[in-house]
């Protein structure tokens, strides 16, 4: 057992968080998103939900500070997801700007992902996409 890791992170986790590099991105996705149809790379995160991940992954991946290091998958409406309250309240305390794109767009960045991790987040456009920055 390591101390300062929080649990939720599973080993397979833990190896791709490592192998990531500066400008990669990672996809945590939702219990609907089609994880693996849209990429080979997939770390089953079964029972946990998408905030959970979040809140421990940014405890040890740093955000790009270059470029935008957050994307949204929008639904194409005026009242946006509830659960982007969550993560605005997950990522208040770091330096970050975010960019909202449709889901079809949402797909295309996370078949270049460097992952996706699959939740079973019931929330619907509950995806994000995490840039790494450096240390």
């Known amino acids: 057992m390591l101390k300062g890791i929080p ?8 190896k791709v968080l490592m ?10 996705a939702d219990g609907n998103f ?7 790379r997939v770390i089953r995160a079964d029972g946990h939900n998408v905030s959970s991940l979040l809140e421990a992954i940014l405890k040890l ?7 935008v290091p957050v994307i949204l998958m929008d639904n194409d409406s005026e009242v946006k ?3 982007w309250k969550d ?4 990522l208040g305390s770091y330096d970050f700007t975010y960019e909202c794109v449709d889901r079809f767009k949402f ?3 996370a078949k270049e992902a460097y992952a996706v991790i699959a939740t079973s987040e019931p929330a619907l456009y509950a995806n994000i996409i995490l840039k790494k920055g450096c240390c």
């Open 81 to 83: 997801p509830p659960i």
């Open 19 to 28: 192998e990531m590099g500066h400008g990669d991105n990672i996809v945590i």
């Open 34 to 40: 089609p994880s693996a149809s849209v990429h080979h």
């Open 7 to 14: 649990k939720i992170l599973s080993p397979d986790l833990l």
């Open 107 to 109: 797909y295309d960045i």
């Open 87 to 90: 993560y605005f309240n997950i």
């Open 61 to 67: 991946y740093p955000l790009d500070t270059a470029q």
